[in-house]
């Protein structure tokens, strides 16, 4: 049995262990009648993007001579095909592309050069695609429109947190449209779906606002793709819209790919696609399989960033409090039961506290210890088995006496090593 011991005093908990941490069109592209499935979709998109391990710095000091020459006569594309246009002609995000010297412009040329592998004319044809579809769909302004997807919103498509390098993180889960009836409300019929795709751009615009676009910053998001209950064939159209509209028009904006919940099929059309990518696509591609989510997620992102459906800390209640407060994270071994003691809570203190372990199916429970000899130890949660399918925990206990609180997490029926996660807060009482 392995016991840590917290003390009240502690600022904030100490983790006890760390885990180690697209052509564009003037429009959407319309559905051809090609039979391919959401998950080919997908894998093709992996096998277009070109992610390297680590992400891309943009300082133009460390190009080779090659890509500072290709960078320069994009440029100088740029300017001869838009002489005499204003900035607003010919920028994104806000960002002026031309003739301002703006290291921010170079990081959004850089994007269009590694997307076409700095083939400049390749490069030039699709930035101006880019920039026509922009303009035609609207997309400077999109972020502050109303769409109308309240019951999407949180649900379908949304950013939350950031990974642990600070990439904005992008969550996907499409499962909510295997009802008959929301997939109707939403998709029925073309201007639907013309209006979920003009949403789905919007949370990805958001995404993009969160963006450093500096040499050395954050220039890239991550994404969460929740493979579960997934209607394949019902969503193929807006699948491919989907990839189509984001490969045609937001080169290198992803990091890293994750799925999560992944069916058996999809890992196995991965291991047969897998010998054919490149390593530099490979590193970026993240492939975890149904009670796996929360282990995966751990290691790019904090749980308490992390929804609670998927392991991790975060409600969305949280969101309106402001920055989450930091969880300690530990790992509990097969066989093993583990005892957090979080000491030092005085008499009237109210202790409220947050526990998970990823894909639980083991006992938990906690208790109340009083620090006077001949008190009696207090079960505040008695022990029970917890389901894989469980999300974290989150309770209180008002002590009427000085003493610790004792949560234990019991895995000695499981040979598999699990992660899990806590954080608590005390407040003493207000009475003298």
């Keep these: 049995m392995e016991a840590v011991t917290v003390p009240e005093s502690s600022p904030s908990p100490m983790s006890l262990q760390q885990p180690k941490t697209p052509p564009p069109e003037a429009s959407p592209k319309p559905y051809t009648s090609t ?34 020459k290709a960078l320069q006569e994009l440029k100088n594309r740029l300017a001869d095909s838009h002489n005499g246009s204003g900035e607003n002609e010919c920028s994104m995000w806000g960002i002026p592309l031309l003739g301002t010297g ?27 695609k880019c920039l026509a579809w922009r303009k035609e769909f609207g997309a400077d302004g999109i ?67 969160l963006l450093h676009f500096k040499p050395g910053g ?18 193929r159209v807006a699948s491919n819209q989907i990839l189509s509209l984001f490969q045609d028009n937001y080169p290198e904006m992803v990091a890293r ?6 069916p058996w099929y999809f890992s196995m059309l991965y291991s047969m696609f897998s010998p054919f990518l490149t390593q530099r696509t490979k590193s970026k591609f993240v492939i975890s399989k149904e009670g796996n989510v929360a282990e995966t997620l751990y290691k790019f992102v904090r749980p308490e960033d992390i929804p609670v459906q998927y ?20 790992t509990v071994k097969g ?62 206990f008002t002590s009427k006496e000085a003493g610790k609180l004792v949560l234990s ?17 005390v407040r003493k009482s207000s009475l003298v």
Excluded at 102 to 125: H, P, Q, T, Y
Excluded at 219 to 228: A, C, F, G, P, W
Excluded at 314 to 323: A, M, Y
């Design 257 to 262: 790919k994750i799925f999560i919940n992944v």
């Design 311 to 330: 392991g991790g800390l975060s409600r969305p209640s949280d969101l309106n409090n402001g920055p989450p407060k930091p969880a300690s994270e530990f």
């Design 143 to 209: 972020v502050e429109e109303d769409l109308g997807f309240k019951e999407l919103e949180g649900v379908v498509a949304y950013m939350q947190g950031y990974d642990r390098e600070g990439h904005p993180v992008c969550y996907n889960a499409y499962g909510v449209f295997r009802d008959k009836d929301m997939y109707e409300r939403i998709f029925g019929d073309d201007e639907k779906l013309k209006k979920f795709l003009r949403w789905r751009v919007q949370v990805l615009e958001r995404g993009i606002n």
């Design 335 to 396: 066989g093993e039961k583990v005892n957090i003691q979080i000491e030092g809570i005085e008499a009237g203190a109210t202790i409220t506290w947050d526990i998970v372990v990823g894909g639980w199916d083991l006992e938990y429970s906690a208790e109340f210890v009083p620090n006077a000899e001949g008190s009696y130890t207090i079960a505040v949660e008695k022990p029970r088995k917890i389901s894989p399918s469980e999300e974290a925990i989150r309770n209180s």
């Design 102 to 128: 703006d290291e921010r412009a170079d990081v959004i040329l850089l994007k269009f050069l590694r997307a076409r592998d700095f083939r400049v004319l390749d490069s030039f044809n699709m930035l101006e």
């Design 218 to 235: 954050v220039n890239s998001i991550i994404q969460v793709t929740d493979l579960k209950d997934m209607p394949k064939r019902e969503l």
């Design 35 to 68: 039979k391919k499935s959401f998950v080919a979709s997908l894998m093709e998109a992996a096998t277009l993007r070109s992610p390297s391990f680590k992400e891309d710095s943009y300082f133009v000091s460390q190009l080779k001579s090659s890509e500072k």
């Design 409 to 425: 997490v019991d895995n000695s029926s499981s040979r598999r090593r699990k992660v899990a996660a806590y954080r608590y807060i």
